[in-house]
């Protein structure tokens, strides 16, 4: 869902532009960040390009505008809003070079205020949503590819529909999703998130994702069995609630894992992947997983098979597969073994390293069933004369959300 966040280091001034928000900004959730401006703009994970941002303190330096120019480097509108007490000529010939949408001063005019919030709401967000979708993949047997075709489908939605992705790495026994798509070092696991979930916010938990891409980030797997026995369903429940508003498709990789915690991210998911080959193992290992799908009380809307490494002479046939599992076929992923290998060898997601490979082709296809004739890029804010009529910062951080 595309937020409004209010970024303010006086928590009584932030406050303020918060109770004045929410009476207007009913398209948006509105996000209270009480915090400079210049650190909550170095959050790699806090604001995403389809944010709108009021940034609210007593000047504003040019390195806050260089961080603001490297959120957003197209030219055009910057989704911002800045709040000073005496805004300098220089700033308001800065933000507008920039395409900042105004600068208006404090204490706010409320009907100025409000009259800019409206404009805002005239055109909300493409695309956004009540609230994120929720993709779980599981495999019936090792080998499927499950983890591979969930992160890589990750990243194809973010970057081929500009969505906020997050995927994260249920895998008890090798927590190695985050390898696929980048070659860094995850910062933390998920065991060691669901360790401090008694104090978590979305400042730690930025602090703790591993940002793959623009718009995909990963919570790693704790790859070890010991450490994810100590994940529980209602740490995993918490998670997903802190980080539902925060995204637009959170994607659930839980392996051939039936247990209490994967069972709960079942539960929430709106759509279910079982992958599966076109071999006679899967066949049997994919009926007992259908079964307990079903015993689950799932309906088969919600289940969408997925054939990975597809060959038209498999040794299991398309329609004995769907007959014997009761389900039809959603997906077809294509034996393409060279840019998948290279892809996963290096670390970088196979849509970024072979465009137009066989493998690519399926996911971007993939991603239409999920997102339809969605366009990546949207249009710009309109555009605004300055607001400039009407003529220290703390170190804390603290965030709140507000529906």
């Not at 392996?255 to 279910?272: A, C, E, F, K």
């Not at 969408?304 to 997906?331: C, D, F, W």
């Amino acid at each position: 869902m595309a937020k409004l966040i209010l970024v303010s280091a006086d928590e009584t001034q932030a406050r303020q532009l918060s109770a004045m928000a929410g009476q207007v900004a009913t398209q948006r959730q509105v996000q209270l960040v009480c915090t400079d401006p210049e650190r909550a703009l170095g959050m790699a994970g806090l604001i995403h390009p389809s944010d709108f941002l009021i940034l609210q303190a007593d000047d504003f330096s040019l390195s806050v505008l260089e961080r603001l120019r490297q959120r957003f480097p197209e030219p055009g509108d910057v989704p911002c809003i800045l709040v000073t007490p005496s805004p300098t000529a220089e700033l308001l010939m800065r933000a507008m070079r920039m395409g900042v949408r105004s600068v208006l001063r404090w204490p706010l005019d409320p009907r100025e205020f409000n009259e800019e919030l409206e404009r805002l709401a005239i055109k909300p967000q493409g695309g956004a949503e009540a609230e994120a979708r929720t993709l779980t993949f599981t495999s019936c047997k090792g080998g499927s590819g499950t983890t591979f075709v969930a992160a890589n489908l990750g990243y194809a939605i973010a970057a081929t529909r500009g969505k906020r992705v997050l995927l994260v790495d249920l895998v008890q026994q090798f927590g190695d999703a985050a390898f696929l798509v980048t070659d860094k070092a995850p910062p933390a696991t998920l065991t060691d998130i669901c360790q401090q979930v008694d104090r978590l916010d979305l400042a730690l938990l930025d602090a703790c994702i591993t940002h793959a891409h623009p718009n995909f980030d990963v919570i790693a797997g704790a790859g070890d069995p010991v450490k994810a026995g100590d994940i529980k369903a209602a740490h995993l429940e918490s998670i997903l609630d802190l980080v539902r508003p925060a995204y637009d498709v959170i994607i659930f990789d839980v392996g051939q894992d039936i247990n209490p915690s994967s069972i709960m991210v079942l539960d929430h998911s709106d759509r279910i992947y079982p992958v599966l080959q076109l071999t006679l193992p899967y066949l049997r290992a994919g009926r007992h997983l259908m079964e307990i799908f079903h015993s689950l009380g799932y309906p088969t809307e919600r289940l969408h098979m997925v054939i990975n490494q597809y060959e038209k002479n498999a040794p299991v046939s398309l329609r004995t597969l769907e007959e014997t599992l009761g389900a039809k076929v959603a997906h077809m992923l294509p034996l393409d073994p060279k840019p998948a290998r290279d892809a996963s060898n290096q670390g970088v997601p196979v849509l970024q390293l072979a465009e137009r490979s066989a493998i690519s082709r399926a996911l971007v296809q993939m991603v239409e069933s999920v997102y339809p004739g969605t366009a990546k890029k949207e249009e710009g804010l309109l555009k605004k004369l300055l607001g400039h009529r009407h003529s220290q910062p703390g170190t804390g951080l603290h965030i709140e959300k507000h529906a």
